[in-house]
């Protein structure tokens, strides 16, 4: 895995070009700027790991698109130390940046393939404070609950009950919800039962599938 002087150079015109498309947040964009999103990717979408797009990652699934990543964890807003649960690991690429970010993040994912493969990349990466779990993310990680924060990556039908009940008091979780298209849901738990829903702007992500997917 290289991570050379263009690389650097790419990412840092998607930098510029997620600024222009709203993304305001400084550590956020930093991130973005440090992390080599080519290595989440597959060799054959090298040449545009740094175009604002998203790429199939394997089992129907895809890398979030770096505009998607950024207005997620800005809608976070993770802060050092944070216990940051995230639903969908994917290619690893959001648990990353979270990571950069000094959250302690516990992630999940039902595709036992995707599970493995991104648990490599981001041990590779020594990323030190990201866990990879293979888990179906309607029942969360109650053994690691509360969470400071819970980010959902896959597009759901509803708001699992388990991810509610495992965010802690004044904790926030940012999660698409809708069929073909979805809006981003920003929830905060404001008491034991209370809860105060935010609607941000429309996204299309891979649905939010229940149950375990094992490798063939
Ligand atoms: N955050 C990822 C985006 C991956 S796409 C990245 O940065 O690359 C969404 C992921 O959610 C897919 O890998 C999909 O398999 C996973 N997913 C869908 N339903 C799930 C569920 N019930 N539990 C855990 N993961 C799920």
């Excluded at 129907?60 to 997620?72: C, L, M």
């Excluded at 648990?119 to 109650?142: A, H």
Aim: proline share 5%; hydrophobic share 35%; charged share 30%.
């Amino acid at each position: 895995m290289k991570d050379t002087y263009r690389h650097k150079g790419l990412r840092k015109k998607l930098v510029d070009t997620l600024r222009k498309k709203g993304i305001s947040n400084e550590h956020v964009l930093t991130a973005i700027g440090q992390l080599p999103r080519h290595f989440f990717l597959d060799k054959a979408f090298e040449e545009w790991a740094y175009t604002d797009k998203a790429f199939p990652i394997g089992n129907e699934q895809t890398i979030s698109q770096p505009f998607t990543v950024a207005y997620q964890t800005e809608l976070l807003d993770p802060q050092p130390r944070e216990k940051i649960l995230e639903v969908g690991t994917g290619s690893g690429y959001q648990a990353a940046i979270l990571a950069l970010l000094g959250a302690r993040v516990y992630t999940i994912e039902r595709q036992e393939l995707l599970f493995k493969q991104a648990s490599k990349m981001l041990t590779q990466l020594s990323l030190g404070n990201v866990r990879c779990y293979y888990r179906d993310g309607y029942k969360g990680l109650p053994e690691f609950m509360p969470f400071d924060k819970i980010i959902v990556t896959a597009g759901a039908k509803k708001v699992p009950e388990a991810l509610l009940e495992q965010l802690r008091i004044g904790g926030i979780l940012v999660i698409p919800v809708g069929k073909e298209v979805q809006s981003m849901l920003k929830i905060t738990r404001t008491g034991e039962k209370e809860y105060r829903q935010e609607i941000k702007g429309d996204f299309k992500f891979v649905p939010f599938v229940k149950g375990l997917n094992k490798e063939e």
